[in-house]
Structure formats: C-alpha cells, structure tokens
C-alpha cells in the first residue's frame, strides 16, 4: 500500500485527515509509518499485505485485554481495517524508550498485576497469531492440556511438516505430553499473559511507565511470559526480583523454565529453521 494511501485510509478510519507521513521500525514482519493528523495527533499504523487475515484484529483486542487490567500501559487501539489488500492497525503513538530501564523494577511488578488480573480460562474467547504463525487458543480444563494440545502439538507438527524436525520429533512431544500434569507444577489459576514477552516488545514512556506492545495474550500460566523474558535476554535481573517480591513463585519454577521455552523455540523453529531446531531437541529432551 503507498504510504500516502495508508496515511488517508487510517486518518479517516479515525474521522480526521493526515497532513504527513513517514516509514518507521515495525519489526521484522509488518511495516510501520507514523503518521500526523490535522487535529495534531499522531498515530502509528501498522500496515502489510501479508497480514494474515484477522491477525490485526486479534492484536487489538490483545492490546485492550491487557490494558483493561490497569497494571501495564498498552497504546490504544484507535482503528483496524481487514480489508485484504490494504489491512492496517492505527493505534496511539507513544514516545517510548527502548533502553532496560523499561524492563526493571517497575516492569516486574507491574507484569506481577498483570498476571493477577487473571483470566477466564486457560485459553481465550478466539484464535490468535504469534508473529505470522496461527496460535489456536480454544479453552482448556487444565493447563497442562492447554500447553500440549494448542501450543506444543500443533507447531511440533507444522514444524515436521515442513520438514524442519524429524518425524520422531513428534513422539518425543507425545512422551512429554504424558508427563505434563507432574511436571508443570502445582496448580495455578489461568493468568493474563501477554503471550510474546521478549525484550522488544517492553519499553518505557515518557512518564517513567512501562509499556507493551505486540501481544499474543491468553489465559495461560504465569510462568510462561517469565521464562519468555529469560530466553533471549534484555530484561534485567531487578525485573524478576520485583516480580517475585510481589508475586513468588511455586516451588519448582526454575527447573520448569526450559519446559515453558520450548514453545517460542519451536515458533523459531517454524519461522527461521536453522540452529532452532536443535535447541527445541534438546529442551524436549530435558524432559522425557
């Protein structure tokens, strides 16, 4: 879509005009612009052709799901459009920081909140997407049911599929399925997660608050969005101490870490191929 387009096209999805716009980072999978309206606002619109259908959606209700907990600041959500060939998501332009002082203390505990807000179920009201990739989120009666059957088996098989795993990849995740219920922990209610918890997605505004941006959100355990943040680094120490201070972990916690990335490896996995697949062996491996 040429950008003068997508800037009229949200403005008035948003009852006013653009008068500028101009490209800017929107990670590796959509692009982004930030465009000015006439009434002075600005607004930051993501935008791709690619978009697979109703995954903007499913990331604007994520936003308001986790805003609506009042822990974590999310941008509001001002306008999505589905439309096949020009999908976009128009959402409040906030300054934000991108160094680890919005990922401290101040993250922990407000990812702490967050948690607590809960949630119905362990699952959500509707599929979502996790980047380009569908993330099936129909309820679970428990956690460790929900984990094997809509987050480790369908990426396991979309993975050997492609041909990236080895077909006997899928009876190592059958094995760790049988041993789920001992191995997750003692039972917890369903927690808001925001679903994609790496240091990207965290940052800090202008008044100090943290924000999020890009989620992935259902009812899940708690656990998850922790070990997210552990995987590939950027949040530092303090955020984990503040959290656990306010919310402390079961017993256990720490030998489940590699159990709870093996999801987002296994996203890798699907995505980039390559060493990911290795990584995802041998964190299955750790628990068969």
């Known amino acids: ?3 003068d387009d997508l800037a009229a096209a949200s403005a008035a999805a948003i009852g006013s005009r653009s008068v ?4 800017v980072g929107g990670g590796g999978i959509n692009q982004a612009a930030r465009v000015r309206l006439d009434d002075g606002r600005v607004i ?7 978009a697979p259908p109703g995954s903007f959606r499913a990331e604007a209700a994520g936003l308001a799901w986790i805003a609506g907990a009042g822990a974590l600041r999310t941008p509001a959500v001002l306008a999505v459009a589905d439309a096949p060939d020009a999908p976009f998501l128009a959402l409040e332009w906030i300054e934000c920081e991108r160094g680890t002082s919005g990922r401290g203390e101040a993250f922990g505990r407000s990812l702490a909140a967050l948690h607590a807000a809960g949630a119905p179920s362990f699952g959500a009201g509707a599929d979502g997407w996790i980047g380009p ?3 099936p989120n129909a309820p679970c009666p428990t956690w460790a049911e929900f984990y094997a059957e809509r987050r480790l ?9 492609a041909r990236l795993m080895p077909a006997s990849f899928l009876g190592v995740i059958d094995r760790l399925r049988a041993r789920l219920s001992e191995l997750a922990g003692p039972p917890e209610p369903p927690a808001r997660l925001h679903g994609d918890l790496w240091s990207g997605n965290a940052m800090l505004d202008a008044m100090g608050g943290p924000v999020v941006i890009d989620p992935a959100a259902y009812g899940g355990h708690r656990e998850v969005d922790l070990a997210m943040m552990r995987l590939f680094g950027g949040f530092p120490p303090a955020a984990h101490a503040a959290y656990a201070e306010v919310a402390p972990l079961a017993p256990g916690h720490e ?5 709870w990335q093996l999801y987002p490896v296994l996203v890798h996995v699907c995505l980039f191929g390559g060493g990911y697949a290795a990584q995802a062996r041998e964190l299955a491996a750790r628990y068969v």
Do not use: N, Y
């Not at 930051?44 to 690619?50: C, G, L, R």
């Not at 030998?255 to 159990?259: I, K, S």
């Open 1 to 3: 879509m040429i950008l």
């Open 255 to 259: 030998e489940r870490v590699g159990l």
């Open 133 to 135: 990739l569908p993330q």
């Open 44 to 50: 930051f619109v993501k935008h791709s052709s690619d």
């Open 20 to 23: 500028s716009a101009e490209p």
């Open 153 to 161: 088996e369908p990426l396991a098989r979309r993975a050997v599929e």
